[in-house]
């Protein structure tokens, strides 16, 4: 029991996880920054998209009275005041009335893909974190084993296995981080993607909503 106490109390103490980030190296500053940068690109681009998301059900029944009481500028003041996606594709094509129907649909189409880029916008940011971070972290268990050989080897044979442990579970430390922070911002980036794709089919289905509208026989 003695023996065991002792022991006990002559075992290091387990580093907290700063240390542990610390001794890292390098390679954990820029995982970090990478975090950082894919948790404000998400924020921010999820507020976008939850604004461009949002829906007037009495929007196209609005443009519908209007083009059809042949009141034009209050379509376009409405579309102007809405200010959404879908309501400046609609603007769009209002102000191409009067032109061929082909005309009036390429020029939607042109806005809807300018406002989908839009919406896009930082996204490749949580792309390459995804594919990029767990490499970076593989990059820095391989560095932090190199240093931890090479100073084994430098200390010849004086040199313990407690040293090399001490090094490799350091080094392993920026794996897992890699991989913590890919996971999230892949995870992220399918989310946005997804929301985005939800706008692109309500865009598509105000384009032929509005499209229907202009083709209907004059009563």
Known sequence: M???????????????????????GFIMIVLGVLALISIVVFV?????????????????????????SSDVEAAHQLCRATDTPYARLIDKGISRIGRPMND???????????????????????????AGAPMLGFLGTVIGMVQSFYAMASAGSSAG????????????????????????????????????NGVMRSLEARTMEFMDLLNEPVK
Do not use: H
């Open 104 to 130: 009036v649909l390429v020029a939607i189409e042109n806005t809807g893909n300018i406002e989908v880029a839009a919406l896009g916008k930082g996204l490749p940011w949580l792309a390459t974190t995804a």
């Open 161 to 196: 296995i407690s040293a090399l442990a001490d090094g490799i579970y350091q080094a392993l430390v920026t794996t897992v981080a890699g991989l913590i922070v890919g996971i999230v911002a892949l995870f992220a980036y399918n989310y946005l993607v997804a929301r985005i």
């Open 2 to 24: 003695l023996f065991l106490t002792a022991t006990q109390a002559a075992a290091p103490a387990a580093p907290n996880l700063w240390e542990l980030c610390v001794n890292a």
């Open 44 to 68: 921010e681009r999820a507020l976008v998209i939850r604004k461009a998301s949002r829906s007037d059900a009495s929007f196209m029944q609005r443009i519908k009275d209007y083009i059809l």
